[in-house]
C-alpha cells in the first residue's frame, strides 16, 4: 500500500507542475470570447448547449461575430481571417498491482490538433491530427464536413470519417480514462464496430423533438487505402440507424440499429446490433446508460462450418456535479460488462473517478478501475487540458 501512495503522490506532484502552460482557451471560446464551461462540464464532456452547439454545425445561430470572417466583396465567399487551431494533450501516471511493470508514466498519452470553422453558410469542417496517441503518430482520426439545416429545414449531413456511436455517446469526449467498452468490441477477425469508420450520416428532427439518423458506412474502420486507392476492403456496405426521443428537459431515450456484411477471402460474415439508451439529468445528478446486442453469423470466416456469435454488453455512467456547470469537483462513476460466446471478450469493470478543474481548460484526475472480471486493480492520475 506505501508503494501505491508514495506513486500516486509523486505523479500528482509532476502533474501540477505542468500547469502553468495551460492558461489559454480553445479555438471555439476564443472565436466567441466565452468560458469553456458554455459548452463542456467538466472538460471535454459536452453539456446539452455543446450538443446543440455541434449539432448546428458548430456556430451559433444568429451569433458569428463579422470579425472572424474577412471582407472580400464576394457575397459567394466565405473567408474565415484566421485558421482556428486548438491542441488537447491528456497526460497520465498509472498503477497496476498484478502487471510487469506495476507502474507507468503515460504522459502525454494523447497530443492531438484540432481544427474546425465554417467553409460556407451552413457547411463547417471538423478535424483533428493524432501527433500522439501511446507513443505513435496514429495521424487522421475525426475528419468530416458538416452540411446543416438543409433546404431550412432541420435535416443534416456528415460526410468523413467519424465514429458511429457519437451520435449517442461520445467516445473521444468521455470524462473517465475507462472506455464505453460495449462500442469497441470486434469478434473474431472482424473489423466492424461501433467506433472509426467512414460513411455518410443523414439526419433528421421532428417537431415532436424526434431525432432519426441513418449511415452508410465501409465497415471496416479507418485504415489506409489498398494498392488500388479503396478504403473499403469488400464490396458491402454498412447500415446504422438511430432513433432518440426527448421526452422532456431531463430524460432522452434513443434505440439503435446497425445491419452489415463482411467478406474475408471468398468468405462472408454478417452481423446485426441492436441497443438501446438513454440519459437522465436530476439537477446535480446525470445518469447515462447503452446496451448493446450484437449477432456474428460467421465471425472468424470459416469455410467448413459457420460459428454463430453472441455478444451483449451495457455501460451506465454516472455523474455528480456540486455546482453544475460551475464546479470546482466533478465525481463519476461508470459500470461496463460485456458478455460473448468469445471469452477473451467478457469484461466487466467498476469505476471511480474524481475530477479537480485547476482551470475551466486543465482537468485534473484521479481514477480507480476494479476488474470484476480478472480481479484486478488499476489505480490511475492524469490531467486533460486544451488550449
Not at 43 to 67: C, H, I, T, W
Not at 117 to 137: C, H, M, P, W
Not at 196 to 202: M, V
Request: aromatic residues 14%.
Amino acid at each position: 500500500m506505501n508503494t501505491v501512495i508514495t506513486f500516486c503522490t509523486v505523479a500528482a506532484a509532476c502533474i501540477v507542475t505542468l500547469t502553468s502552460s495551460a492558461l489559454a482557451i480553445p479555438a471555439y471560446a476564443r472565436k466567441y470570447d466565452m468560458s469553456c464551461n458554455v459548452c463542456h462540464s467538466p472538460v471535454p464532456k459536452l453539456k446539452s448547449f455543446g450538443e446543440e452547439f455541434a449539432a448546428n454545425g458548430y456556430q451559433m445561430k444568429d451569433k458569428e461575430p463579422p470579425r472572424f470572417t474577412r471582407e472580400t466583396g464576394d457575397e459567394k465567399l466565405l473567408l474565415m481571417r484566421e485558421l482556428p487551431l486548438a491542441l488537447r494533450m491528456d497526460g497520465y501516471a498509472r498503477y497496476l498491482p498484478q502487471n510487469s511493470p506495476e507502474s507507468d508514466f503515460q504522459s502525454p498519452f494523447i497530443l492531438k490538433i484540432l481544427s474546425s470553422g465554417q467553409i460556407a453558410r451552413d457547411v463547417s469542417y471538423f478535424l483533428y491530427f493524432l501527433f500522439n496517441e501511446k507513443g505513435t503518430v496514429a495521424g487522421v482520426e475525426d475528419a468530416f464536413l458538416f452540411f446543416n439545416n438543409i433546404g431550412n429545414v432541420d435535416f443534416d449531413i456528415t460526410v468523413g470519417q467519424y465514429q458511429v456511436a457519437d451520435p449517442i455517446f461520445k467516445r473521444e469526449l468521455r470524462p473517465t480514462f475507462e472506455d464505453y467498452v460495449i462500442y469497441t468490441i470486434s469478434p473474431g477477425h472482424t473489423k466492424a464496430n461501433l467506433t472509426y469508420d467512414r460513411g455518410i450520416t443523414l439526419g433528421y428532427s421532428l417537431p415532436t423533438n424526434t431525432t432519426i439518423i441513418g449511415s452508410i458506412l465501409n465497415g471496416n474502420g479507418i485504415e489506409a487505402a489498398d494498392d488500388f486507392g479503396n478504403f473499403d476492403s469488400d464490396p458491402y456496405k454498412n447500415f446504422f440507424v438511430r432513433v432518440a426521443q426527448q421526452v422532456d428537459s431531463t430524460l432522452l431515450i434513443g434505440g439503435l440499429g446497425y445491419l452489415g456484411k463482411e467478406r474475408e477471402g471468398d468468405i462472408n460474415n454478417s452481423f446485426a446490433m441492436v441497443g438501446f439508451d438513454g440519459r437522465l439529468s436530476l439537477g446535480r445528478w446525470e445518469i447515462g446508460a447503452q446496451y448493446v446486442y450484437r449477432n456474428d453469423k460467421n465471425p472468424y470466416f470459416l469455410s467448413t462450418a459457420t460459428s454463430n456469435i453472441k455478444s451483449h454488453g451495457a455501460f451506465v455512467e454516472l455523474m455528480y456535479a456540486p455546482q453544475f456547470d460551475r464546479s470546482n469537483w466533478y465525481f463519476f462513476a461508470l459500470w461496463n460488462i460485456v458478455r460473448s460466446d468469445i471469452p477473451e471478450l467478457r469484461y466487466h469493470t467498476l469505476t471511480g473517478n474524481y475530477s479537480y478543474m485547476l482551470s475551466r481548460n486543465f482537468r485534473l484526475i484521479g481514477e480507480y478501475t476494479y476488474d470484476i472480471e480478472q480481479k484486478r486493480n488499476r489505480f490511475t492520475v492524469g490531467f486533460v487540458t486544451a488550449f
